[in-house]
Structure formats: structure tokens, C-alpha cells
């Protein structure tokens, strides 16, 4: 496969896995609103299930990002500081995938103890940290 459809379709699973990184806390959001048993199992089914498939995602965008860099050297050599910063990014979205992961478990076990406030607020992280990996790698700062 060439470069251009590697960057092609990692940017497509990307896309896709950032759909789910944004949707899930709005998820939590209603989660952490919902007093109805019937509504809070529906909410967990759905949650459940977006968080599998958005995990399927987040594998082959990682891997083709790192074929970009290790197979085409896309961001290697002097000059692409950017590069190590949009890594550093990339394991924060991982961790933030983690994160929701960790959050859902306590919603299963009924030990969330965030009000819907909260969720508002995370639901804008993997916002802030998609312009900055879009910033990173389109105006290469540095």
C-alpha cells in the first residue's frame, strides 16, 4: 500500500475514532443525569458497545500512524520536532480513551461519583488535543 493510502485511511480511522471519543462523554453526561433504571441500562448497553467499536478504531489508526513513521520516515530527521510533540499527544488521547474506559466501569458498578458537570467539561478534552494534533502536523511549529 502506498503512502497516500496510508495516509488516507488513517486519517479516515482517526476521524472515526474521535467520533467516539467525543460522543462516549456526552454518554456520561446523560449517565451521570439519569435516575430511570430502564434509561441507565439503555445509556450503559449503548456506551458499552460504542466503547468496543471505538477501540477497534483507535488500533489501526495507531498503526498506521506508525507506519507513516516508521515505514515512510514521515516527521524523521532534523527538523521535526513536531513530530515527538504529536506523539506525546497521540499517548494523551490514549490515555483519555483509557480514561472513558475507567469511567464506564465505575458507571457500570454504579460508583460514579462525577455529576454531569464534570462530563460537560471532559467531553471538550479530545476536542483541545485534535487541534493540537492537527496544528502539530499541518504547521509543523517546529
Request: aromatic share 14%.
Amino acid at each position: 500500500m502506498g503512502y497516500l493510502w496510508v495516509k488516507a485511511f488513517h486519517i479516515v480511522f482517526i476521524a472515526a475514532w474521535f467520533a467516539g471519543l467525543f460522543y462516549l462523554p456526552r454518554i456520561f453526561v446523560n449517565l451521570a443525569m439519569e435516575t430511570n433504571e430502564a434509561a441507565q441500562a439503555r445509556l450503559l448497553l449503548m456506551a458499552n458497545k460504542l466503547y468496543k467499536f471505538m477501540t477497534l478504531l483507535a488500533i489501526p489508526a495507531l498503526v498506521l500512524g506508525f507506519v507513516l513513521v516508521g515505514v515512510y520516515n514521515i516527521g524523521i530527521g532534523p527538523g521535526n520536532g513536531w513530530l515527538h510533540a504529536k506523539i506525546l499527544v497521540v499517548l494523551l488521547i490514549v490515555g483519555y480513551h483509557h480514561g472513558c474506559g475507567r469511567l464506564l466501569r465505575k458507571f457500570e458498578k454504579k460508583l460514579n461519583t462525577k455529576g454531569h458537570v464534570f462530563y460537560r467539561w471532559f467531553n471538550e478534552v479530545p476536542v483541545i488535543l485534535m487541534v493540537i494534533a492537527v496544528v502539530l502536523v499541518v504547521v509543523k511549529p517546529f
